[in-house]
């Protein structure tokens, strides 16, 4: 049985030795060893390869996303935020946007940072979850939305300039929590 604890406005679950929690200012350099390598390739985030420490630190740490990180002996593996998809009518949507570290990657925490963030989500009031921009030949970030109950629900064309493919569709992906 999974259990879900909770500290003041830290929420931790351990899993396996992997502990989800939020993120925290102190979490900035870890975030950044994630965040760096997977914006530098240029394949599954839109943004710039030569973007700023402080600019993705600044967008991943923003007011308007809960922020979270998960943990394996005493190391963050991975991150991961929640935002609110829309505003006023459409704000029981959530939006989220995952990452895991290179050297953790296929080993897991996706799924279980998924499956927290459904958890986290429906106990912030959200009743489904939304990525508006899921990179078509991210292969392995489809195939994992789909075993996560996502659907694709809209295809645009050429959306992404892919560094190797060059212009690629990308997914709209959707489930009710």
């Known amino acids: 049985m999974k259990k879900l604890i909770y500290f003041s406005q830290n929420f931790l679950r351990n899993l396996n030795s992997l502990i989800l929690r939020k993120a925290n200012p102190e979490d900035s350099p870890f975030l950044w060893n994630i965040i760096e390598p997977i914006i530098r390739s240029g394949e ?4 710039d390869p030569n973007s700023s ?3 993705m630190l600044d ?45 953790s990657s296929g080993k897991g925490i996706g799924k279980a940072m998924a499956e927290f963030s459904f958890e986290e989500a429906r106990r912030l009031g959200y009743h489904a979850m939304q990525f508006n921009y899921v990179i078509k030949s991210n ?13 694709i629900v809209g295809e645009i064309p050429e959306a992404f ?17």
């Open 59 to 103: 967008y991943w740490l923003a007011d308007d996303k809960q922020t979270y990180v998960a943990e394996q002996d005493g190391e963050i593996v991975g991150t991961f935020f929640l935002k609110t998809n829309q505003p006023d009518r459409g704000s029981h949507v959530v939006n989220a946007g995952f990452m895991v570290s290179p050297e």
């Open 139 to 151: 292969s392995s970030a489809v195939a994992l939305w789909k075993k996560m109950g996502f659907e």
């Open 53 to 55: 420490r402080e600019k």
């Open 161 to 177: 300039f892919h560094p190797k493919l060059g212009l690629t569709n990308v997914y709209v992906m959707y489930r009710k929590l």
């Open 44 to 47: 599954t985030y839109v943004f």
